[in-house]
């Protein structure tokens, strides 16, 4: 089994920057790959971005590039979401997941990981 913890989240001004982070635990000892999601009210979770198990590969939505890094440090078995530049419309709960299944695939589809957090609220508000 697996647990992945989120933290990080807040509030935040327009403009502002915050550091997501995702902790797992349990089965570490094999490769996965992480993805971020939000998902804001009303609307259906929408995935943000996406590292590999090696670090090297990440790929974003459109409407982060530029603005959010993805990073992983596996020693810590954390990942992180850099979060620069923050708007109102970034304003949503923040989850992490796992794919043990595809550890070296950028995975935007939900129904690929395996395991997810219990998310992280991030607002965006003056």
Not at 53 to 59: E, N
Not at 64 to 71: A, D, E, L, N
């Amino acid at each position: 089994q697996v647990q992945l913890v989120e933290s990080g989240g807040g509030l935040v001004q327009p403009g502002g920057s915050l550091r997501l982070s995702c902790a797992a635990s349990g089965r570490t000892y094999s490769t996965y790959a992480v993805g971020w999601f939000r998902q804001a009210p009303g609307k259906e979770r929408e995935f943000v971005a996406a590292i590999s198990w090696s670090g090297s590969r990440t790929y974003y939505v459109d409407s982060v590039k530029g603005r959010f890094t993805i990073s992983r440090d596996n020693a810590e078995n954390t990942v992180y979401l850099e979060m620069n530049t923050l708007k109102p419309d970034d304003t949503a709960v923040y989850y992490c997941a796992a794919s043990y299944g595809l550890p070296n695939r950028l995975i935007t589809t939900p129904k690929e990981y395996d395991y997810w957090g219990q998310g992280t609220q991030v607002t965006v508000s003056s």
